[in-house]
C-alpha cells in the first residue's frame, strides 16, 4: 500500500514537471516572438525617426522646438539658415527675435487658444521682427503650438522669412498703383489739356492787347516829349486816336479781369491735378503714416473724374468729423481708385441711355472710420458676391481683366489693416461697397 502511494506521487511531480517544464519552453518561445516584435518595433521607430529627423531637417519651413524655460531643443537647417545662426544651442528663443512688449505672449502662448487635445495649443500666425545672428532685422511669421502645461509645457515652432514675400507685395502694390496711373493717363492729360488751352487762348489775347497798348505808350512818350519840348503835336494827337480805336481800349478794359482770372483758375486747376498726382504717387506702401482721409478721397477723385466723364457724374458726402487715420496711403488710395473704376465699369457696360451716378461718401464711427462707393449700376449677382474678393476671380472677358483688383482691396482693407470690407445691394439698383478701418494705432500689418 504504501509503496503504491510513492508510485502515484512520483507519477502525479513527473506530470507536474512536465507541464511545468512545457509551460517554460512555451513561455520561451513567447519570450523570443516578443523580442523579436521589439526588435522589429524598435527598428521601426528608428526608421521613423530618421525618417521625422530627416522631414524635419529637409523642410522649408525653420522648425524650432523649446522648453517652458526658452531653452531651444532643436534648430533645423532651415531655421539656422533663415536666422543666419550657428550657435542655436548656446542661446534661447526670445534672442531669435527683437524685443516687443507682446513677445512673451507670442513665443509663450497660455490657455486661451485651446485645441481639442487636452493641454494643447492651436497655431495660429503671426508676424513679428526676426533677428539674425549679424543683428539684421527681418519679417519672419510664426506659427507655434503648445503642449503639456506648466513646467511641462513643450512649444514647436515654424517659422518663415517674409522679405522676398514683402518686397514682392510691395512691388506688385507698385505696379498695380503704375497700372491705374496709365489707365488714368489719357484722362489726365485731357483734364489738364482743357484749362492749358483756354490759357494758352488768353495769353495769345493778352499778347495782342499788351502789343497794342505797347504801341500807345510809346506814342504817349513821344507827345509828353513834344509837349516838354514845346513842339506841335497836332498829328501825333490824331495818330494816338486812330490807335485807341484800333486797339478798343473799352473792350479790353472790360475783358482783361476775365481773362487774367480765368487764367489763374485754369493754372490752379492743373496745380491741383499735378500735387494730387504727385501725393498720389508718392504715398506711403510700407509703413502706416497718420493721413488726412478726406483729403486722401478728393486726391483720388480729382486722378480720376475725368476718366468718369461721360459715363457717370461722381458726387462726394464726406464728413467733417473724420479726421486723421493711420494706414497705408498709397494702398488705400488705390482700393478707392479700384472699386470706383469697378462701379464705372459696371455702369459702361450697362449700357444705359442716361448717364450714371457714383457716390464716395466718409463716415466716423466708434472706433473706425468707413467710405462707402455706391453706383446706380447692374448690382452684383448674389451666387457670385462671396466670391467676388477671390484672386483672380472675374467676369470680364478674357484679356481684360485678371481680377486682382477686388482682391487687392480685400488684402489691403482686411489683412495689412485688420478692417472690414463688404458688398451690398442698393433697393433701387446698384451697389454699395463698404470699407471700414479701424482708427487705433497697431494693426496688423
Given at each position: 500500500m504504501v509503496k503504491f502511494r510513492r508510485m502515484s506521487d512520483d507519477l502525479l511531480l513527473q506530470r507536474r514537471f512536465e507541464r511545468e517544464r512545457k509551460a517554460r519552453k512555451e513561455a520561451e518561445r513567447l519570450l523570443e516572438q516578443k523580442s523579436i516584435e521589439?526588435?522589429?518595433?524598435?527598428?521601426?521607430?528608428?526608421?521613423?525617426?530618421?525618417?521625422?529627423?530627416?522631414?524635419?531637417?529637409?523642410a522649408a519651413e525653420g522648425i524650432v522646438t523649446?522648453?517652458?524655460?526658452?531653452?531651444?531643443?532643436?534648430?533645423?537647417?532651415?531655421?539656422?539658415?533663415i536666422?543666419?545662426?550657428?550657435?542655436a544651442n548656446e542661446i534661447g528663443i526670445r534672442q531669435l527675435f527683437k524685443m516687443t512688449q507682446n513677445l512673451e505672449q507670442v513665443l509663450f502662448p497660455q490657455q486661451s487658444g485651446l485645441s481639442p487635445i487636452e493641454g494643447g495649443h492651436d497655431a495660429e500666425p503671426v508676424e513679428i521682427q526676426g533677428v539674425t545672428q549679424g543683428g539684421r532685422q527681418f519679417c519672419a511669421e510664426v506659427a507655434i503650438s503648445r503642449s503639456g502645461a506648466g513646467d511641462d509645457s513643450q512649444y514647436t515652432m515654424l517659422v518663415r522669412d517674409l522679405t522676398r514675400k514683402k518686397t514682392l507685395e510691395a512691388?506688385?502694390?507698385?505696379?498695380?498703383k503704375m497700372e491705374s496711373v496709365g489707365q488714368l493717363a489719357s484722362g489726365i492729360a485731357h483734364e489738364i489739356n482743357t484749362p492749358i488751352q483756354?490759357?494758352?487762348?488768353?495769353?495769345?489775347?493778352?499778347?495782342?492787347a499788351f502789343g497794342d497798348l505797347g504801341k500807345l505808350l510809346d506814342l504817349f512818350d513821344l507827345l509828353a516829349k513834344r509837349v516838354e519840348n514845346g513842339e506841335a503835336a497836332d498829328d501825333l494827337i490824331e495818330k494816338i486816336r486812330t490807335e485807341q480805336e484800333l486797339a478798343d481800349l473799352p473792350f479790353l478794359?472790360?475783358?482783361?479781369?476775365?481773362?487774367?482770372?480765368?487764367?489763374?483758375?485754369g493754372i490752379q486747376r492743373v496745380a491741383t491735378i499735378v500735387r494730387a498726382m504727385k501725393e498720389f504717387s508718392q504715398t506711403s506702401t510700407e509703413n502706416k503714416t497718420a493721413t488726412q482721409l478726406n483729403r486722401m478721397i478728393e486726391n483720388s477723385l480729382t486722378v480720376i473724374r475725368n476718366q468718369a466723364d461721360q459715363i457717370a457724374n461722381i458726387e462726394t458726402e464726406l464728413d467733417p468729423e473724420v479726421g486723421d487715420v493711420v494706414c497705408l496711403s498709397g494702398p488705400v488710395s488705390q482700393c478707392l481708385l479700384n472699386v470706383i473704376n469697378n462701379s464705372l465699369e459696371a455702369i459702361q457696360e450697362q449700357g444705359a441711355s442716361q448717364i450714371g451716378c457714383v457716390r464716395v461718401s466718409s463716415h466716423a464711427r466708434a472706433e473706425a472710420v468707413e467710405i462707402r462707393v455706391q453706383d446706380n449700376g447692374p448690382g452684383v449677382p448674389a451666387k457670385i458676391r462671396d466670391r467676388i474678393f477671390e484672386p483672380f476671380f472675374t467676369t470680364k472677358e478674357v484679356g481684360k481683366g485678371m481680377g486682382q483688383g477686388l482682391s487687392f482691396v480685400y488684402d489691403t482693407i482686411v489683412t495689412k489693416h485688420g478692417g472690414e470690407i463688404d458688398i451690398e445691394p442698393v433697393p433701387c439698383g446698384g451697389t454699395c461697397v463698404r470699407m471700414r478701418l479701424p482708427t487705433a494705432i497697431g494693426v496688423s500689418g
Open positions: 521589439i526588435f522589429h518595433a524598435n527598428q521601426r521607430l528608428d526608421g521613423l525617426a530618421r525618417q521625422t529627423r530627416a522631414i524635419v531637417e529637409t523649446y522648453s517652458h524655460d526658452g531653452r531651444i531643443d532643436l534648430f533645423n537647417r532651415s531655421a539656422a539658415r536666422f543666419e545662426r550657428d550657435d512691388r506688385l502694390a507698385q505696379a498695380q483756354f490759357v494758352n487762348d488768353n495769353m495769345l489775347f493778352l499778347e495782342g478794359r472790360s475783358e482783361f479781369p476775365g481773362a487774367i482770372a480765368q487764367s489763374l483758375e
